[in-house]
């Protein structure tokens, strides 16, 4: 099903991002400790991080705060495509149901979050194994996630198993030496090692050498592949806070990267998101968004980085279905649109109980929520609501579909495909894949090869994983 005028027509550029003369917003070593504690491979939760951190770390916790699997609204499990449990094979993604009052949404069976359903795969998930040619109105639907999904997810970006920091240090040392840099040496390393893994290398390159990594690898790279580099070196939570503090840096704000990042983080990441911007940038998050927006969209981000949201992950259905009573009496129910009732609804709700609001909502309106929202609001407002309600029902389809348009037509936006490649590698990049390649038709890697060259282009396949 298509939502009518969504999505918008392409999101503006970017301009000078990022901003000259500031790539060098690394934290001098020691008062960033490296994260520590990924998930052991084969899933399961993440081990709490050591307090102490490394040697010289100030007090800031690691961020250790990718949720236990069931937590992300994830994809399916490795091997093809999902199953939909609970829906007859003949419904594919994009074809509603007969009756009016339901839009399409495959329900999901009461028992979703306990062990995961039997596969039935579909061929290529839709009806009769084949994509329809031309969606209504041309746009790829928004597929809601099936309930087999939000089992695990995974990251395309795996720890290296025999790791030794010092014999990685020493093979970045020799390709940046002499003339020339060896590019494919720095590739092969880099894309073939966890977040925590690299911190670890640049730890053994300072006590080595005595020189840091990241200045170096700086004085040999440029351009796009230097800003892909060293997003992949950059702790998680400190990458987040640095794109949201150039986000908002100089003149202009680029709001879709403070979408991006405060709409979709958990509850802890959020919170280490802002004692991070704290503690670098020695600045108040929420006093920066204050003064860089405004009006009802300055409510919502605010709302969310208190990070603060339920996180329960049962459903009240009862409340469900009195939420999407009062989101239908704020907006389609009435003249004007009460914003603060839409605000306070998807900010303080769970993603599996806003899932199930969006199923109530289609039953209450006869419509479906996305499309109220389009109706009700507009601008970064209407972006920033949507973005919760697309997190709710399909986080990886929501990054699929800003990885689209991130290279759909003339450019590339270059800063958006870096930080979406690198902030997932390790948590969905997998599913995200998967779902790109059912609303586009074609795999995300084809779209990266064809949009991007050399090193950069080499760089971003390995960590894709193509």
Known sequence: MSYPGYPPTGYPPFPGYPPAGQESSFPPPGQYPYPSGFPPVGGGAYPPAPSSGYPGAGGYPAPGGYPAPGGYPGAPPPGGAPSYPGVPPGQGFGAPPGGAGFSGYPQPPSQSYGGSPAQVPLPGGFPG??????????????PSQPAAMTQGTQGTVRPAANFDAMRDAEILRKAMKGFGTDEQAIVDVVANRSNDQRQKIKAAF????????????????SGNMEELILALFMPPTYYDAWSLRNAMKGAGTQERVLIEILCTR??????????????????????????????????????????????NQNVNHQLAQE?????????????????????????????????????????????DLLSSVAREFSGNV??????????????????AERLYYSMKGAGT??????RIVVTRSEIDLVQIKQTFSQMYQKTLGTMIASDTSGDYRKLLLAIVGQ
Do not use: W
């Open 129 to 142: 194994g084949q994509m329809p040619s031309q969606y209504p109105g041309g746009q790829a639907p928004y």
């Open 206 to 221: 300072k006590t080595m050498y005595g020189k840091d990594l990241i200045k170096d690898l700086k004085s040999e790279l």
């Open 266 to 311: 958990t509850n802890q990441e959020i919170r280490e998101i802002v004692r991070c911007y704290q503690s670098e940038f020695g600045r108040d998050l929420e006093k920066d968004i204050r003064s860089d927006t405004s009006g009802h969209f300055e409510r919502l981000l605010v709302s969310m980085c208190q990070g603060n949201r339920d996180e």
């Open 323 to 367: 939420d999407a009573q009062r989101l239908y009496q704020a907006g389609e129910g009435r003249l004007g649109t009460d914003e603060s009732c839409f605000n306070m609804i998807l900010a303080t709700r769970s993603f599996p109980q806003l899932k199930a609001t969006v199923e109530a909502y289609s039953r209450v309106a006869n419509r």
């Open 382 to 399: 209407e972006s920033g609501l949507k973005t919760i309600l697309q997190c709710a029902l399909n986080r990886p389809a929501f990054f």
């Open 413 to 418: 936006d270059d800063s958006t495909l870096v």
